[in-house]
């Protein structure tokens, strides 16, 4: 039997990191082995919207990442964005999956034109021509032209575009019911189960 492949997540500059954090919470609790990505400006921004602070450097952020998700040794590996030998960037070994949270206009641009100049576009850039399941998770508004045309390119690709957008028919109470129904969309995605929101009964 072969092993499962991992997830790679990739966190950009946009608004939204208590998204991606409890993305990756829910994974690791999972015991999926997940391949992690982190821009400078996601790392800055992580810093403003959470009570995070992951250090500078992969092995410190890895570290960081590994205590604060309560994850195994070994289960997070965490790349720098010109770590060309990474496993993501080889169409040979692609992760099984793909989530850019949040994702900025300027990742999703670079993504939607082939622009791999840097291992996160690079990522994105196999999992979409090995045919694997790429996720975006855009975080911005208003959109412009620009903004749709990229995503509607990418869609058209087998994309999966999920803004980051949470439902009220569930009646949430906190900000983390919230988070908590954009990340079980994106979980039921990637086929990870969950209990961060029941789906709806009618």
Known sequence: MKPIKPIAIALTGASGMPYAITLLKELAKSQEKIYVMIS????????METDLNLGSDTK????NLTQ??????????VFSKNQWTAPVASGSNPPRAMVVCPCTMSTLSAIAHGSA??????????VIKEQKKLILVPRETPYSAI???????????GVVIMDANPAFYQNPKTIDDLVNFVVARILDHLDVDHDLAPPWQG
């Open 40 to 47: 400078q400006a996601a790392n800055t921004v992580i810093t």
């Open 60 to 63: 410190a952020i890895e570290k």
């Open 68 to 77: 604060y998700l309560g994850a195994k040794d070994g289960q997070i590996e």
């Open 117 to 126: 100049d840097n291992l996160m576009h690079r990522a994105a850039d196999v």
């Open 147 to 157: 903004h749709l045309e990229n995503m509607l390119k990418l869609s058209r690709l």
